[in-house]
């Protein structure tokens, strides 16, 4: 059921703190935690604490909560250095568009050049 924790689900498991991650943020609906796969060298993902296949889902569900994981990963950039340089956020919605987990999540990227379109 979606906003119920998913026993098959990485996040979850991390929110439970049934998986270790390096928490840099946390609230009581979010955290945030360093990307063990970074794509950037700065590389922090911003969750929700229920469990919600993707941002657009959580958005029509929880929307209060939507907008704490968008000040979160603001926070998140902030705190990592990246408010002057710029950073960029990601929300992949789908397998098709990347995403590998799914539970919703922002990705917080920074610490080197993007391009647009992303490559």
Not at 66 to 82: C, I, K, T, Y
Not at 93 to 116: D, P
């Amino acid at each position: 059921m979606a906003g119920e924790p998913q026993a098959d689900c990485l996040f979850c498991k991390i929110v439970a703190g049934n998986i270790p991650a390096t928490v840099v943020r946390e609230t009581d609906t979010t955290v945030a935690f360093r990307d063990i796969n970074p794509q950037a060298p700065t590389h922090v993902l911003v969750i929700p604490k229920a469990h919600y296949p993707d941002a657009a889902s959580l958005a029509a569900a929880e929307p209060g909560t939507a907008a704490e994981v968008l000040a979160e990963a603001g926070r998140v950039a902030v705190d990592e250095g990246l408010a002057e340089r710029g950073y960029r956020l990601v929300f992949n919605t789908g397998a098709g568009a990347g995403q590998v987990v799914f539970h919703a999540h922002a990705h917080v990227l920074g610490g080197r050049g993007f391009e647009w379109p992303p490559g």
